[in-house]
């Protein structure tokens, strides 16, 4: 019986014939676009990278298509908080399918909606914030981009070197993280954002806010958008001061400030929200909302959210599935989780002691709670080890500036013994690599 904790048991090394000819079929059919990274993946670290096809899951454990089993270290890029086939997020799916999967958004909706929206709003540090539902993260941060628009009439943002927030059009403006995902579209993106480099230090603190306070000085700069930790640009912590900096700013420039917390929020950084040290304007969540199933939210204040009602019924923000009541029911019940196993306090505790037991292997760890990266050096190496991982039965992701770093966003359940074995493996392969 298996239990979603076990050690890694690889039959054929990855990714074996099944996964391979499932691959094959799935590029004939699907943007040339992920083909593409594979090839360049390839060329840049003289290691194949052809994926694996997985087949099911269950806690920390994935099975692939040809019957090896992973401990698995990205957990939906962070977006399954208690892992794969929670029994208790499965039973609110089918709970609430056997009633009504699908409502109608925002015309008609379902309790589970209300019931979910009173939870969320809650989370916000202040009575009276107002929610806008999504199904992705760029969604929620679309909404928030319109609100400070609609709150503040200016059209300006000042984002963030090696920030990341979703590739649709609107948060795609604000990306900072690869210049080639925005390039080819700029044309279609419009000027309006200015980006800052992203704190690590006291010195560069002192920088980032010294050119943050004269973009906003313009006068034209509506909001500030900043995720509190870096999460796709390599787990990269910045100076306790920075968020109170950026409060203080926007508050003397009449800007809001949007938190992106859709891979920080809901425990992933050892607290539920890793910006508690702040009262935003917005904070968007994601990923790990739904626990699996795709739903994301925009929390704002009270006084800015009036905005929104301004525009004479005209003005609203809506799509087709938004309120979907099959993903209210599991995020509800993933907000319980997380409450009842007090997720976040363990992850802060887990990933701490984790930190130090890669440190200890002489990896350079960084992060907090459950998201931490560690930084190989360059691109190429990150990637030949993230295979070699693979061969052995691991799990993971390369992200960072430079993709220098490998990126893990485990269950925030998982077992520590796995973390523990985990640590010895990598800290052997960079040692070799
Ligand atoms: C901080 C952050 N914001 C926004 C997004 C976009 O979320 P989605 O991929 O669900 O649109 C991501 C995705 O990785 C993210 O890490």
Known sequence: MSTGRESPEVLIAPPGPKSRAITARIAAVESP??????????????AEQSPIVYERGLGSNVWDADGNRYVDLIAGFGALPVGHEHPAIKAAAHAQGLRMSLALGDVYSTEVKAELCERLVAMFPEPGARVMLGLSGADAITAALKTAMLATGRAGLLAFRGGYHGLSYAPLAACGLNESFRAPFRAQLGDHVTFAHYPTDAASLEDTMTHAETTLASGEIGAVLVEPILGRGGCIAPPADFLPSLR???????????????????????????????????????????????????????????????????????????????????AKECLNLLEREQLAARAAVVGGRWIERLRAEGLDARGRGLMIGIDLGDAARALLISRALLALGWLVLTGGLRGEALTLTPALDIDESLLQDFSITLGALARSK
Request: proline share 3%; with cysteine.
């Open 248 to 330: 203080a700013l926007c508050d003397r420039a009449g800007a809001l400030l949007i938190v992106d917390e859709i891979w920080t929020g809901l425990g992933r950084s050892g607290a539920m929200l890793a910006s508690s040290s702040i009262v935003p304007d917005v904070i968007c969540l994601g990923k790990a909302l739904g626990g699996g199933l795709p739903i994301s939210a925009c929390l704002v204040r009270a006084n800015v959210m009036r905005a929104w009602a301004k525009h004479g019924g005209s003005t609203i923000h809506t799509a087709t599935h938004f309120g979907w009541p099959l993903a209210c029911a599991t």
């Open 33 to 46: 676009a992920f083909e593409a990274r594979r090839d360049s993946r390839q060329e840049v670290s003289h």
